[in-house]
């Protein structure tokens, strides 16, 4: 069995899913039950100033009967009495002290506000402090959240002002409604945070109820755009995390990966990208904390085949593979193939070729089944035949190297190699 | 062993005839299942269908809660869909070319989806076709059955005024007259013939029978074509002794008292013996034992391989409990007092491959005997042809020969479904009804 204990910055927990800073973390009862369940840790929902939630709060994207393939919300921070939630935190620290406690924070803006929160938080024994600064509705209204996020002179101020304070670990979050995290990531790392996390959620509008045209989540005939998560956002947070580990500065620090993950999979994926700790929040909202389960003994199995001791292993190992593309190699080239024993003959590669591809795929006509074939002088090796192919291992792509040396574009162009003339 | 009516309690008699092939419950239900289609292209389905139905189309539709569409890709290539997606032998048509069948998964429930959508259609009176602006030319179709009703239709949305002289006193043929109440019931088809014509331009004419008080030459001269979906009648002869003894029926007639008269009020025996393999056979001798009949067994010349109904249909007959008699011919029926005592049948062997392409069955000599006190004959129809060449209409055994445009050897008259193919499926006579209509439109524009 391998080690799947995780350590951030000396917050330990013994596996590396934290539950993030949402509903299921805003009190006792739910985080008891979390940690009983298995949960690493958790991240307690944001505290800060009083705020009053609407209803309704969330609305999700489905896709193709999928249920809640999206999510959003327009939930604000915890809405509980500041002094509630500090006696339930230091209770949950004493029943399960094996677990990480982490505290959400989002004070006003002003050195102040923040270190009185601070001195609070820590007096419950919390093991690190995360910061909001990624919250993008409501809040951003009151200049705090993504408000904070997006501009990175006042991340790294009021990241001063935290450093300044606290005692204990701070992880900054960051807001994915930027061009890029990487500015304010700099800057928070500059000011002295110690970890980072992202994605915090997307701004968005699931959808619009076509009868009301009001569009969700509803509140009194109006909408405001909410925070999107959920496996579909897991791709934009992949790419966010690896912009963090790859850039020299904000890759100092560890991070705690976080947007869409739902299965060990995706969690391994986000550590094999640099997160030495993952948080789930949607999935244990669609189906409860016994996912823990799962995502523990995924992992663990995972592990074990591919003889990773501790997590520490793997994490980052994928980082170096995101490349830019001008350094990819023009002289890899592979071709797709059919197996005609598992074809079903649907013809969903044929269509998908002939419209939005490269029509390299061949129909013989048949009654009732097509014989596909692949034209292979006129395959570019794209996938999308493969992707759309609804048998597993029906359509394999199969390496054709053009030259067997390293040829990239600058290369290319230096060598006046010939271009497409079609 | 008497032949009775009357058999079961009411109660018994809705359970025994309710809808063997429920719809969905829900909307929800129909959606896991249409949005387990994989929208193929070119799609074996629609390739597998005589009416070429857009199935990944419709069902597509059904997910994007577009109902209206998917009625409408639906009918507007076979206007008798609702029918026909509780009528059709889809294991053989479209879900048995349905591609998860190759991947040894269930197929896409094609018709159920089907009739989820048609059922909206036909509940709501959504009229989805607009006649054109009138030609003035008007047609005659006889008989409103499957061919004739889809060749109206499909004429009334060209503009065209048509006019169907039908027999009976109901519209639907066969639909209406020759199968399973289990299936579609009176009140079903009723609707469907009324949804049909609701597009306006097409009269039905009861109790007008070619030949009797209708005359086609009267047809010919007071309209600018005729069309003839007459079907095919005349149940097969047995040919041999005792046919005329009480107690022998014939399976249309069987079925359509069932229909008509209530079940109540249909006889059956305590042991039946039902000849012959084909649908109809399945759909009588089911019938029977749902009517209450003690052992019902069906007779079969050949072996279950040259069998011309459907698995699924068979397999109906077998959870009925209904015994099968595999290679045996009747050969006579002995009665007493004139009743039906005894069914004598021959033992065949598989000879030589016959027209059909099947293996013909070869009488062995040997004989055995079925007591029974009712047998139903379902050995095939015949189709009309003493009419048809009374009327001078080319044909072979009856069977309406036609040009490559659907003509007849006389100019202007027209004919589809089973008075030409010799019996067919529904939908095979709605793509004839079709085919027709497009030949008198090409007919139209060449005079």
Redesign the interface.
Known sequence: MADISANLLGIKSPNPYWLASAPPTDKKINVLRAFEAGWGGVVWKTLGSQVKNVSSRYSAVNFNGARVMGFNNIELISDRPLDINLREIEECIRLFPDRAMVVSLMADNDRESWHELIKKVEDTGAHGLELNFGCPHGMTERGMGAAVGQDPEIARMVVGWVMEKATIPVITKLTPNVHSPVPTGKACVEAGTNALSLINTIQSITGIDLNTLVPNPYVAGKSVFGGYCGPAVKPIALKMLTNITQDPITSRVPVSGIGGISTWRDAVEFMLLGATTVQVCTAAMKHGFRIIEDLCEGLNNWMDEKEYKTIYDFIGKSVEKITHWEDLDINYHHIAKINQDKCIHCGLCYIACEDGSHQSINLQYGKPYNTYTIKEEECVGCNLCQLICPVVDCITMEEHRVAPEYLNWKEYQRLGLPLNDH | MPILNNRLTASEYQQNFSDIHPPFETADAA??E??RC????????T??CPTGIDVPKFIKQI?TDNIKGSAHTIFKSNIMGAGCSKVCPVEKLCEG?C??N??EEAPIPIAKLQRYSTEKAMANHWQLFKRKPSTGKKVAVVGAGPAGLSCAHMLSREGVDVIIFEKENKGGGLMTYGIAAYKVTPQFCQDEVDYITAIGGIEIRYEQELGKNLLLADLQKNYDAVYLGIGVGLARKLDIPGEELEGVADALTFIYDIRDKGYEHVAVGDKVAVIGMGMTAIDAATQAKRLGAKEVTLVYRRTENEKPCTQAELDIAKMDGCNIIWLAAPKEVIGVEGKVKTLVCSRMQLGEPDASGRRSPVDTGETFALEVDMVIKAAGQMPFEELVQKNGIENRAGKIILNAGCETNIRGVFAGGDAVNGGKEVVDAVQAGKNGAKAIMDFFGAV
């Open positions: 959606l896991v249409a949005n994989l929208f193929c292209y070119d799609a074996p389905c390739k597998s997910s070319a591609v998860f190759l991947m």
